[in-house]
């Protein structure tokens, strides 16, 4: 993962967890659903510096059409059960994101 996309997540990581973070590893996911590929790219693996709850967050960011416009969005899932990898937390969100 290239730094500038690594500060530009940490930023979105304090901005909406009021914490610091130390990027640890990004992991490639590919998730499928019914057996399609729904989504494919790369999520940031960060450990959380003072937060209340979570030790570790996975970020990442996205493109997604909207009013005919195409939008950067990011991405964070705190560790908390269920998530415990980079693979849940993208499973998680985009579960979520499809209740919408």
């Given at each position: 993962?290239?730094?500038?996309?690594?500060?530009?997540?940490?930023?979105?990581?304090?901005?909406?967890e009021?914490?610091k973070?130390?990027?640890?590893?990004?992991?490639?996911?590919?998730e499928?659903?019914?057996?399609?590929q729904?989504?494919?790219?790369?999520?940031?693996v960060?450990e959380?510096?003072?937060?209340?709850?979570?030790?570790?967050?996975?970020?990442?960011n996205?493109?997604?059409r909207k009013d005919?416009k195409?939008?950067?969005e990011?991405?964070?899932?705190?560790?908390?059960?269920?998530v415990?990898?980079?693979?849940t937390?993208?499973?998680?969100a985009m579960?979520?994101?499809?209740?919408?």
């Amino acid at each position: 993962m290239q730094a500038n996309r690594i500060k530009e997540l940490q930023e979105a990581i304090e901005k909406k967890e009021g914490c610091k973070s130390k990027y640890t590893e990004s992991v490639p996911i590919s998730e499928m659903f019914r057996e399609m590929q729904a989504w494919v790219g790369e999520v940031g693996v960060f450990e959380l510096i003072g937060h209340r709850k979570a030790k570790r967050a996975y970020a990442w960011n996205y493109h997604e059409r909207k009013d005919g416009k195409m939008m950067a969005e990011t991405t964070i899932v705190l560790e908390l059960p269920p998530v415990d990898s980079a693979q849940t937390a993208v499973k998680i969100a985009m579960a979520a994101k499809a209740r919408e």
